[in-house]
């Protein structure tokens, strides 16, 4: 537990319980959210991804939990002769597939008339300048004929979507340490979802100097006709020189990928300290993907009226007893049919 957040932080044993609860229960289900960070905090330019999680916090299940699967689709159009050309790819020789091109080509043969007619309409409008109806095939042979040609719509796969998860809490601090755990919370949830502002490492320094000296080696070695020689391409580094020089942008001048999150649902068992099964005790609902933080809402009046208490004497105490949190996560990966199967 060292290194993490819980709340509600008391697991009520069953039995005789000194707490007077009414309901004691064994075990309490968590969210747990665990931090990943990607990049080395100590150089953030180097893609040294150690993936070991810097913090967990654990919050109760909420009241509404739901997971949402989507699958984009795209209605298209087909027609007459885009349905023979899908009909004849699947041919298993080249032969049949040039026969039922021919073919099926020639069902498109009154599509292909209406269409001219329409076109011509269209022109002697534009030519006229008169005004005049804008009909394409289809309406002209519901004018003429009474019916329309066959769209042959299809719905064209595209892609996955991905899921998203929202969770909303209500926290409300009961004594000293629940309000210090919350405003922990909080702070758990703002700091690990924004980036941080990064200078030049140490490294670029260097190379930036070397480049710079080569520049200026370059200047002084001229050839015959007092040409100078081709600088390589970066070299001319003036501009770079004062820019990793300039107070207030060289040490702000990268912003740094925010940490990810691993998201699982844990159950905390036994005593009121409550100890994590040597199996992790993973609950099956169902399981999540890497995450991005894309929101982080904290209301400090969940109940439409502000109220406050006295602060305490530690600095992390909440002043508002109550506190509503909303998160809304990404998944950075898609989930296929293999993942569902594995409980995704």
């Known amino acids: 537990m060292a290194g993490s957040l819980r709340y509600p932080n008391k697991v009520f044993s069953g039995g005789g319980d000194s707490t007077g609860a009414d309901f004691p229960a064994g075990a309490v289900d968590y969210v747990c959210f665990k931090v990943i960070s990607t990049y080395n905090s100590q150089d953030p330019s180097q893609s040294g991804q150690t993936q070991q ?50 073919g099926y080509a020639q069902s498109a043969g009154p599509e292909f008339a209406f269409s001219t007619v329409a076109t011509g309409l269209a022109g002697i409008k534009d030519l006229t300048g008169t005004a005049g109806a804008n009909l394409n095939a289809s309406q002209l042979s519901a004018l003429a004929q009474g019916k329309i040609f066959n769209p042959y719509m299809e719905q064209i796969f595209e892609a996955p979507g991905f899921r998203d998860h929202n969770f909303s809490f209500k926290l409300i601090a009961r004594d ?45 070695n001229k050839d015959s006709s007092g040409a100078a020689k081709p600088a390589a391409a970066g070299t001319n580094n003036t501009f770079a020189d004062t820019l990793m020089n300039t107070p207030g942008v060289s040490e702000n001048r990268w912003l740094t990928v925010p940490n990810k999150f691993d998201i699982s649902f844990q159950r905390f068992v036994g005593a009121v300290e409550g100890a994590i099964s040597s199996n992790n005790n993973q609950l099956s609902l169902y399981k999540f993907k890497r995450c991005v933080l894309k929101s982080c809402q904290v209301n400090y009046t969940p109940d439409g009226q502000y109220t406050a208490f006295a602060p305490g004497k530690g600095i992390n105490d909440m002043v508002v007893p109550a506190v509503q949190i909303d998160l809304s996560f990404s998944e950075t990966e898609i989930i296929t049919s293999a993942d569902a199967a594995k409980g995704f």
């Open 53 to 102: 999680p810097v913090d967990t916090c654990y919050l109760y299940i909420p009241s509404s939990l739901q997971v949402n699967y989507s699958a984009s689709y795209n209605s298209v159009p087909l027609g007459a002769a885009g349905r023979a050309a899908a009909e004849a790819l699947k041919s298993s020789s080249s032969l049949d597939l040039a026969s039922a091109i021919q």
């Open 176 to 220: 000293k340490k629940e309000a210090t755990d919350i405003y922990n919370i909080i702070r758990f949830f703002k700091i690990n979802m924004l980036p941080n502002l990064s200078g030049y490492t140490a490294a670029e320094q260097k190379s930036a100097q070397q480049t710079q000296a080569e520049a200026q080696d370059q200047a002084k």
